[in-house]
């Protein structure tokens, strides 16, 4: 594919003068009437939290012993035993079962705290809004009140409403641990600290019991020290004491078991197996010759026409945004659709010359057609999976409008 030349006349051509926007598409002032329409929909929603649809008879292996272990503890904490809380490392590669088994375990213990008309014990959460949606659960800032930078300290209010939140709970299921770094897992056991009574405050994660799920194989954490690095840091700043306060809180963990069963997806074909067969020896730094062809058999410009179609409209993964833009204006300029370009509206002194980083990714502007893939770059609503990386599609209807 050659990459379009000269496209930074795309919103300027004929095509895109000439065409009637205003006619065809929402104006600003109507846009800035439906700046609220997300936060009221959200107020509106009624957001049923239904019990996950499992076999726990499916349930095997390491996988059956952890369901059994957590059921039995909370069968003794209803019966006033008043156990020991339960602190599991649970390792997993992809398709060993984590999802299922969280799954199981909300479905049981929301039944039987239901026989008793209690709330669900069980609080679900990830560290990002995707992975969060995909185990029904919430973001670790979100659940946890905990800002994504700046001062951590709550006011009396949110103090009181985080305590709310947590009043039923007695297990924290914690998964895609991977992303997970030592300063965020100590802000994690310092929040839970403030959120369970005060008797309780001296122990790890306010004395709850947590599950801690995921692979470190996976992505890493992003400008934090992985969990599985033990190593002491030197130093007096706040920065290295939260590093060390969660390295303290991660050795607390007192149990590791691996699931260690790959569950066959139904359906798989034998291409599909042999893949994830390739994903895992990568995983594990054992790259065979096999793997080198299998990959090899999948370049682009060797696969068949009818296979290189399918192809046309999928995502692509680049090393740089360089390559990203490219790319999009590539697409852009081949659609022979009218392009329009939507500037940013600025708010507060100096924000039209801040940086895209220091504005979160936010471009000063926008390039748009059409039938154009857009993706939610921050958590909009986890509940409904409009979370970042989820992807859309620009149509009008005869209005425009995003369908996610």
């Given at each position: 594919m050659?990459?379009?030349?000269?496209?930074?006349?795309?919103?300027?051509?004929?095509?895109?003068?000439?065409?009637?926007?205003?006619?065809?598409?929402?104006?600003?002032?109507?846009?800035?009437?439906?700046e609220?329409?997300?936060?009221?929909?959200?107020?509106l929603?009624i957001?049923?939290?239904?019990?996950?649809?499992?076999?726990?008879?499916?349930?095997?292996n390491?996988?059956?012993?952890?369901?059994?272990?957590v059921?039995?503890?909370?069968?003794?904490?209803l019966?006033?035993?008043?156990?020991a809380?339960l602190?599991i490392?649970?390792?997993?590669?992809?398709?060993?079962g984590?999802s299922?088994?969280?799954?199981?375990?909300?479905?049981?213990l929301t039944?039987?705290?239901?026989?008793r008309?209690?709330?669900?014990?069980?609080?679900?959460?990830a560290?990002?809004?995707i992975?969060?949606?995909?185990?029904?659960g919430?973001?670790?800032?979100?659940?946890?009140?905990?800002p994504?930078?700046?001062?951590?300290r709550?006011?009396?209010?949110?103090?009181?409403?985080?305590?709310?939140?947590?009043?039923?709970?007695n297990?924290?299921?914690l998964?895609?641990?991977?992303?997970?770094?030592?300063?965020?897992?100590?802000k994690?056991?310092?929040?839970?600290?403030?959120?369970f009574?005060?008797?309780?405050?001296g122990?790890?994660f306010?004395?709850?019991?947590?599950?801690?799920?995921?692979?470190?194989?996976?992505?890493?954490?992003v400008?934090?020290?992985?969990?599985?690095?033990?190593?002491?840091r030197?130093?007096?700043?706040d920065?290295?004491?939260e590093?060390?306060?969660?390295?303290?809180?991660?050795?607390?963990?007192?149990?590791?078991i691996?699931?260690?069963r790959?569950?066959?997806?139904?359906g798989?074909?034998e291409?599909?197996?042999?893949?994830r067969?390739?994903?895992?020896?990568?995983?594990k730094?054992?790259?065979?010759?096999?793997?080198?062809?299998?990959?090899n058999?999948?370049?682009?410009?060797?696969?068949?026409?009818?296979?290189r179609?399918?192809f046309?409209?999928?995502?692509?993964?680049?090393?740089?945004?360089a390559l990203?833009?490219?790319?999009?204006?590539?697409?852009?300029?081949?659609?022979?659709?009218?392009?329009?370009?939507?500037?940013?509206?600025?708010?507060?002194?100096?924000?039209?010359?801040?940086s895209?980083?220091?504005?979160?990714?936010l471009?000063?502007?926008?390039?748009?057609?059409?039938?154009?893939?857009?993706?939610?770059?921050?958590?909009?609503?986890?509940?409904?999976?409009?979370?970042?990386g989820?992807?859309?599609?620009?149509?009008?209807?005869?209005n425009?409008?995003?369908?996610?």
């Amino acid at each position: 594919m050659q990459l379009i030349q000269g496209h930074s006349q795309l919103g300027k051509r004929d095509i895109d003068r000439d065409f009637d926007w205003h006619h065809n598409y929402t104006t600003v002032e109507d846009l800035r009437h439906r700046e609220s329409y997300l936060e009221s929909k959200k107020r509106l929603a009624i957001i049923h939290e239904d019990i996950p649809d499992v076999d726990i008879a499916n349930l095997v292996n390491n996988q059956r012993r952890i369901f059994l272990r957590v059921v039995d503890h909370y069968r003794r904490t209803l019966a006033g035993e008043n156990p020991a809380p339960l602190r599991i490392n649970i390792d997993g590669t992809a398709g060993t079962g984590k999802s299922y088994l969280i799954d199981a375990l909300t479905k049981a213990l929301t039944e039987m705290a239901g026989e008793r008309c209690q709330s669900c014990p069980i609080l679900r959460v990830a560290p990002t809004g995707i992975a969060a949606f995909n185990i029904h659960g919430s973001t670790l800032h979100q659940a946890l009140s905990i800002p994504i930078r700046g001062n951590t300290r709550l006011n009396p209010q949110q103090l009181l409403v985080l305590q709310g939140r947590l009043k039923p709970i007695n297990y924290i299921i914690l998964d895609e641990k991977s992303m997970v770094g030592r300063n965020l897992f100590s802000k994690v056991d310092s929040r839970l600290r403030d959120g369970f009574p005060a008797d309780r405050r001296g122990e790890y994660f306010g004395g709850c019991s947590l599950l801690l799920l995921g692979d470190f194989g996976q992505l890493p954490p992003v400008a934090d020290t992985a969990l599985f690095d033990l190593g002491l840091r030197d130093g007096s700043s706040d920065s290295v004491l939260e590093s060390n306060k969660g390295r303290n809180a991660y050795l607390s963990l007192t149990e590791s078991i691996t699931l260690n069963r790959i569950m066959r997806q139904r359906g798989e074909g034998e291409n599909a197996r042999r893949f994830r067969e390739l994903l895992e020896d990568f995983r594990k730094n054992e790259v065979s010759d096999e793997d080198v062809e299998l990959l090899n058999s999948r370049l682009l410009d060797d696969l068949s026409p009818e296979e290189r179609t399918a192809f046309d409209d999928a995502l692509c993964l680049c090393p740089t945004n360089a390559l990203v833009d490219d790319l999009n204006h590539y697409r852009l300029g081949a659609s022979n659709k009218p392009v329009v370009i939507v500037p940013a509206m600025h708010t507060g002194r100096g924000a039209s010359k801040e940086s895209e980083e220091n504005a979160e990714g936010l471009q000063k502007r926008l390039l748009l057609i059409e039938g154009a893939k857009v993706m939610l770059t921050r958590n909009l609503w986890t509940a409904q999976g409009l979370t970042n990386g989820t992807m859309g599609v620009i149509g009008t209807l005869p209005n425009p409008l995003i369908v996610f």
